[in-house]
Structure formats: C-alpha cells, structure tokens
C-alpha cells in the first residue's frame, strides 16, 4: 500500500488560473486501463475548469498509428498493448496541438469486487507502461519540452480512493495551478462520473440479457481485459458475432442488481460456499489481480446465467497475467454445459482470417446447441428466486409457445 507522506497543501489558488484552464488542452492516450477509468479523467478535468471539447482522446490502436507516430519509441521489450503506447503518444503530441499529456500509472482500478478479494491491482506491466514509453521519447532529445508539452503521469491507486486527492494533487499543483481543495473535488466529481457510467452500462447489458430471455435468443459473453474494446486490440471479434445475430455483453459491465445475484448466487450464500455473490475464493484464492478477479467473476455468471450459452475469452499473445487463468475459467464456464471459446495470443500474428473462420465453427456450435443449454441452466436455478422482468419475459415466452403450438 503507498505510503503516506507530508506534503505542503496550496490553499489558495493563484488569482484567474482557473480562468486560463479553460484554454489548456489535455491529451490522453487511448490505451490500456484508460478503457476503465476514462469517464473519472474527463470528470476530474472538468471540474478543474478544462472544458470536455479541450480534452482530447488519441484514436484506436492500429499498426499504421504506431508506424507513423511509434516507431523507435519502445523503451524495452513488453507485451503489445504497452508498446501500442507509443503510437498514441506519438499521434498526440505531433497532430493535435496538446498542452498537457496526461499519461496515468494506475496502480490499482475501480472495481465492484473491491472489499469481497485480496486486492483490485493492476498488471505491473501496465503500470509501468507510461514510464517505459515515455524513455523512448527522451532518451535521445526530449520531444515533450521540445514540443512546449508538460508530461504528467500521476501514480494513482483508485482501489484506495482516500489516496486520489493527495495522489492527483501532487501532479497537478503545479501545471495547473490548483488547490488541494479543488483537487478534492475534481476526484469526488470523477468517481461520480465514473459511477454513472457504470451504471448506465450495467442497465444496458440487463436490458440485452432481458431481451434474451423475452425472446429465448442465445447471448454471447466476451471475458477479456478493458483494452480489448480497442478495435486494434480485441480485433473487433465483438463485433463479429454481432453480425452473425448475437448480442454480446462484456464481463466488466454485467448487471449486479441484487434480484439477480439472488437467483444466481443466493442459494450458494445460503448454504455459507461463498460470503457474497462477489466472492470468487470459492474457484480462485490468489484474487489481488482487478481485472484477472472480474473475469473469474465474469465466468461464474456465464456458467449460471440461462441465456448466456457462450463464453469467448480473448487475451493477448503471451500475457503473463491472463495464462494462469485459462484452464479455471474454461472449467468453470463448461461445468454447467455452457460453450467456451478461446482467442489466446490475438497479436502473435495477423488475426483476421483465422477469426472469421472461428467465428463460423463457433456460430455454428452455438446454433446447435443454445436450446438445450438454456433449458438446463433454467432448471438449475430456483425459479421461486427468478427476478420479476425475467419471470415476466419466461411467461410471454410460455404463452407464445402455445400459440405456436395451438396448445
């Protein structure tokens, strides 16, 4: 855990440095756990005074903006959602016109299973990626002070939010001319922002698990890191099943509303298997890893979820993180018949061929069998305990079968 350490409070801010705020452009560079936190860092710069059309995102990844912007920018050999940092840096500070970079080192991440596991950590890789990069952009000349580009690269531990105000404060005091008072703010301002997104993720993936149901159409889970909603990352296999007719919901943005975690998890709570239906000690012990925890959370609900009849697992070529996990969620997800696929090392090569034509045999695997699959979780589950929108969409399914049937 950081230590705390004394530091000086600026209490007073420096006249209308609030006013010239509103001219600075901020930019972040679209990788890694940004996909997580990225709503925190537009509602923390917000209520510093930077206006949201003043902070500005790099593009998603792709060979042709490392190419362009990254090449000999790599500090040392790493996994390639770190190395694909330099491309984003690169893209930043050479088209458009920055101020600032804002590049975080998140030593641990928001998470809804923080307080049921060991530790909501991140990858150290990645916590290190910023400074790793950022060598290979000084190591020669200093390009950011060349360009009149301030480099900030904050440590912040979001698993310990009482740390955020002194964290960001120390980063920012300085470029921004702030008072530890408005950085307490800005960071309660983000954390809100952030909630709400969540929320409003989390009630879209119910909405689509709820369609399921009304329709007894099968779903498609993705297990993966945040970063493989990048196109350039996850290689948009989302978005494949998507055409075949799927609906996909992503691990990180499954409903935890507590009518449902009741009908999945209750009657193992009940029977003292596991403390909560966020705890995972029962199928992983060595839970300090964020987003390894959620994607063995992830997997125990698309084992129990009915309409859920296809787990795919996407994970990066040789990530240190993500291999001890493969074997537990695979058993995990197949234990109760549910269909598993994997998509291991997507950046040893080039994916895009091989992914349509997995994407086929899986298609064709999920129509087969989908029908049965629902059916026998459905009977798994207490019925007495089924959430009131599910119980409503099993009856319209029910009366719509009899008229089909004429029954």
Same mark, same amino acid.
């Given at each position: 855990m950081p230590?705390?350490?004394?530091?000086?409070?600026?209490?007073?801010?420096?006249?209308?440095?609030k006013d010239k705020r509103k001219n600075i452009k901020v930019g972040i560079p679209k990788f890694l756990n940004i996909w997580s936190t990225?709503?925190?860092?537009?509602?923390?710069?917000?209520?510093?005074?930077?206006?949201?059309?003043?902070?500005?995102?790099?593009?998603?990844t792709s060979e042709e903006q490392y190419r362009e912007y990254g090449k000999g920018r790599i500090g040392m050999d790493s996994c390639y959602p770190?190395?694909?940092?330099?491309?984003?840096?690169?893209?930043?500070?050479?088209?458009?016109?920055?101020? @600032?970079? #804002?590049v975080p080192?998140?030593?641990?991440? *928001?998470?809804?299973?923080?307080?049921?596991? =060991?530790?909501?950590?991140? $990858?150290?890789?990645?916590?290190?990626?910023?400074?790793?990069?950022?060598?290979?952009?000084?190591?020669?000349?200093?390009?950011?002070?060349?360009?009149?580009?301030?480099f900030v690269s904050p440590f912040v531990s979001f698993g310990e939010p009482h740390l955020l105000p002194k964290q960001l404060y120390e980063a920012f005091r300085d470029v921004l001319d702030v008072t530890y008072e408005e950085v307490e703010r800005a960071v309660k301002a983000g954390l809100d922002e952030l909630e709400r997104f969540d929320r409003k993720m989390r009630k879209k993936s119910r909405e689509i698990l709820e369609w399921c149901a009304r329709n007894?159409?099968?779903?498609? @889970?993705? #297990?993966?890191?945040?970063?493989?909603?990048? *196109?350039?990352?996850?290689?948009?296999?989302? =978005?494949?099943?998507?055409? $075949?007719g799927y609906p996909v919901v992503w691990g990180q943005y499954l409903p935890i509303d507590d009518d449902i975690m009741d009908w999945l998890f209750g009657p193992e709570v009940e029977a003292g298997i596991i403390r909560s239906p966020f705890d995972i000690s029962d199928v992983w012990r060595s839970s300090y890893s964020s987003n390894t925890n959620e994607i063995i959370w992830g997997a125990k609900f698309g084992a129990r979820f009915p309409w859920i009849t296809a787990v795919v697992r996407l994970s990066s070529y040789e990530c240190g993180m993500d291999q001890p996990t493969y074997t537990p969620v695979q058993r995990i997800v197949e234990a109760s018949g549910t269909l598993y696929f994997k998509f291991g090392d997507l950046d040893e090569t080039k994916p895009?061929?091989?992914?349509?034509?997995?994407?086929?045999?899986?298609?064709?695997?999920?129509?087969?069998?989908?029908?049965?699959?629902?059916?026998?979780k459905l009977r798994r589950l207490d019925p007495r305990r089924t959430p009131e929108s599910f119980r409503d969409a099993l009856k319209e399914l029910s009366a719509s079968r009899e008229m089909q049937t004429g029954g």
């Open positions: 230590l705390l350490t004394l530091f000086k409070k600026r209490t007073a801010g420096g006249g209308d440095s990225h709503r925190f860092w537009i509602g923390f710069l917000k209520a510093l005074g930077i206006p949201a059309r003043n902070i500005i995102f790099s593009s998603d770190v190395k694909a940092l330099a491309g984003h840096i690169g893209e930043l500070i050479q088209t458009k016109k920055i101020d @600032l970079l #804002l080192m998140i030593y641990s991440l *928001p998470s809804f299973l923080r307080g049921h596991v =060991v530790d909501v950590l991140s $990858c150290t890789r990645v916590m290190m990626g910023p400074e790793n990069i950022k060598a290979g952009f000084v190591k020669e000349e200093n390009v950011f002070e060349k360009l009149g580009i301030k007894n159409h099968p779903c498609i @889970l993705i #297990l993966a890191r945040p970063y493989h909603m990048d *196109p350039g990352i996850g290689h948009e296999i989302d =978005v494949e099943f998507q055409n $075949c895009s061929g091989s992914v349509k034509i997995r994407v086929e045999t899986i298609d064709y695997y999920v129509r087969k069998y989908s029908v049965r699959i629902i059916e026998t």
